[in-house]
């Protein structure tokens, strides 16, 4: 039987974010900064592979939102020139190459899409030989997905009325989508023809930050459904879906593994009693009556049969606890345990802890229906 979609109404949800810059606290640089930088940089160094699909673009300089090093990526001429009518060409240092070093708010609105790409969708960790392009394999590890959720009205074939309503985003491209109802959904199977035609992810980082420059169409470091999908792919989508789920639905259950982003959203309240504890010498008198209670409910093992809290069986939990918690963040953004613990990374356990916790405050605005989540757990011990 084939869906009849002639006569159908479709409702989407235009206004519903896709995508969020990741925060960049950059500070302006002088011209004699600049003018060090751009003395001090070294030749780029590029797999073949990776110069062929950004041929023709113009390489731009700029600080990495979560280390602040100098990293690179590449722009259209395009997107160069969208961001010169948004911000003015004063904060473009160009070099005798032709490239640029960017700074101002220009800088912060480019680092905080890159670090979008890079950690939020997870364009590092998933570049797995770290040869800056990415194939099918390694983009389907990326989290760049993204589909529509709401209802379908059925007589017969007919499909009477498509109401979608919200958007869940950050979705693993081989992994699932949770329905309202709860029902997971096999991304690549439910959203075919856009997955298949490329849109949700690019090959290379720098392609990925020049389409999203681009769909960003109010440069406000968000992306909306509107903004993002034509009226044309978001019919498609919803008629995909709607084909999956009354038609052909499959579901491979070992796909519902957890991911860290996943577990983080239930034991965030936890984690912060937890640093209070550290920041005080673990001393219990810091925490308020609430946090003191949690801790007791949640966390028995800590206290005697008295109710005491013993300080030093905690505090070796604690410090075993950021090691592997260190070592969970760390693979998850794609970044380098030796250069963390090299310090080359400028990303201390504060700051990366803070980080994180960005990342979960962008994926729950990013997906607004909390039925995804409830109940999760996040075990650091494992």
Same mark, same amino acid.
């Given at each position: 039987?084939?869906?009849?979609?002639?006569?159908?109404?479709?409702?989407?949800?235009?206004?519903?974010?896709?995508?969020?810059?990741?925060?960049?606290?950059?500070?302006?640089?002088?011209?004699?900064?600049?003018?060090?930088?751009?003395?001090?940089?070294?030749?780029?160094?590029?797999?073949?592979?990776?110069?062929?699909?950004?041929?023709?673009?113009?390489?731009?300089?700029?600080?990495?939102?979560?280390?602040?090093?100098?990293?690179?990526?590449? =722009?259209?001429? /395009?997107?160069?020139?969208?961001? $010169? +009518?948004?911000?003015? *060409?004063?904060?473009?240092?160009?070099? #005798?190459?032709?490239?640029?070093?960017?700074?101002?708010?220009?800088?912060?609105?480019?680092?905080?899409?890159?670090?979008?790409?890079?950690?939020?969708?997870?364009?590092?960790?998933?570049?797995?030989?770290?040869?800056?392009?990415?194939?099918?394999?390694?983009?389907?590890?990326?989290?760049?997905?993204?589909?529509?959720?709401?209802?379908?009205?059925?007589?017969?074939?007919?499909?009477?009325?498509?109401?979608?309503?919200?958007?869940?985003?950050?979705?693993?491209?081989?992994?699932?989508?949770?329905?309202?109802?709860?029902?997971?959904?096999?991304?690549?199977?439910?959203?075919?023809?856009?997955?298949?035609?490329?849109?949700?992810?690019?090959?290379? =980082?720098?392609? /990925?930050?020049?389409?999203?420059? $681009? +769909?960003?169409?109010? *440069?406000?470091?968000?992306?909306?459904? #509107?903004?993002?999908?034509?009226?044309?792919?978001?019919?498609?989508?919803?008629?995909?879906?709607?084909?999956?789920?009354?038609?052909?639905?499959?579901?491979?259950?070992?796909?519902?593994?957890?991911?860290?982003?996943?577990?983080?959203?239930?034991?965030?309240?936890?984690?912060?009693?937890?640093?209070?504890?550290?920041?005080?010498?673990?001393?219990?008198?810091?925490?308020?009556?609430?946090?003191?209670?949690?801790?007791?409910?949640?966390?028995?093992?800590?206290?005697?049969?008295?109710?005491?809290?013993?300080?030093?069986?905690?505090?070796?939990?604690?410090?075993?606890?950021?090691?592997?918690?260190?070592?969970?963040?760390?693979?998850?953004?794609? =970044?380098?345990?030796?250069?963390?613990?090299?310090?080359?990374?400028?990303?201390?356990?504060?700051?990366?802890?803070?980080?994180?916790?960005?990342?979960?405050?962008?994926?729950?605005?990013?997906?607004?229906?909390?039925?995804?989540?409830?109940?999760?757990?996040?075990?650091?011990?494992?």
């Amino acid at each position: 039987m084939a869906l009849d979609f002639s006569s159908t109404k479709f409702y989407y949800p235009v206004n519903s974010m896709v995508y969020k810059g990741l925060k960049a606290d950059l500070e302006k640089q002088s011209r004699e900064n600049l003018k060090t930088i751009d003395e001090n940089l070294k030749p780029l160094e590029l797999d073949e592979k990776v110069k062929n699909a950004q041929s023709g673009m113009i390489n731009i300089y700029f600080r990495d939102p979560i280390t602040q090093n100098i990293t690179n990526s590449a =722009l259209s001429t /395009e997107s160069i020139e969208k961001l $010169k +009518n948004t911000f003015g *060409s004063f904060d473009f240092y160009q070099r #005798k190459d032709g490239s640029y070093i960017l700074n101002g708010e220009v800088e912060k609105f480019v680092s905080s899409w890159y670090g979008d790409i890079a950690y939020q969708r997870g364009y590092l960790a998933a570049d797995a030989n770290h040869d800056g392009y990415l194939n099918k394999n390694e983009l389907d590890e990326t989290r760049s997905g993204f589909t529509s959720h709401g209802y379908f009205r059925l007589y017969k074939n007919k499909i009477i009325e498509s109401n979608l309503s919200y958007v869940e985003s950050y979705v693993k491209l081989n992994g699932i989508a949770t329905a309202p109802d709860g029902m997971p959904e096999d991304f690549k199977k439910a959203q075919k023809t856009l997955y298949n035609e490329g849109k949700f992810a690019a090959p290379t =980082l720098a392609l /990925e930050l020049d389409k999203t420059i $681009k +769909n960003d169409k109010d *440069s406000d470091g968000l992306i909306l459904y #509107k903004e993002i999908l034509t009226e044309k792919e978001m019919k498609q989508q919803s008629m995909d879906l709607a084909n999956y789920v009354i038609l052909d639905y499959t579901f491979d259950p070992t796909k519902g593994a957890l991911t860290l982003l996943d577990l983080l959203l239930r034991d965030k309240d936890a984690l912060e009693i937890f640093g209070k504890l550290a920041q005080n010498n673990f001393d219990t008198k810091s925490l308020s009556k609430e946090e003191l209670e949690t801790l007791k409910k949640d966390f028995k093992e800590f206290f005697n049969e008295n109710g005491e809290f013993d300080k030093e069986k905690f505090q070796k939990y604690y410090e075993n606890l950021k090691e592997q918690f260190v070592d969970k963040s760390l693979n998850f953004l794609g =970044l380098s345990k030796q250069d963390y613990q090299n310090k080359t990374l400028n990303l201390d356990f504060n700051k990366l802890s803070s980080v994180i916790k960005d990342i979960v405050n962008t994926f729950k605005e990013a997906n607004t229906t909390p039925s995804n989540y409830s109940g999760l757990r996040l075990d650091l011990s494992l």
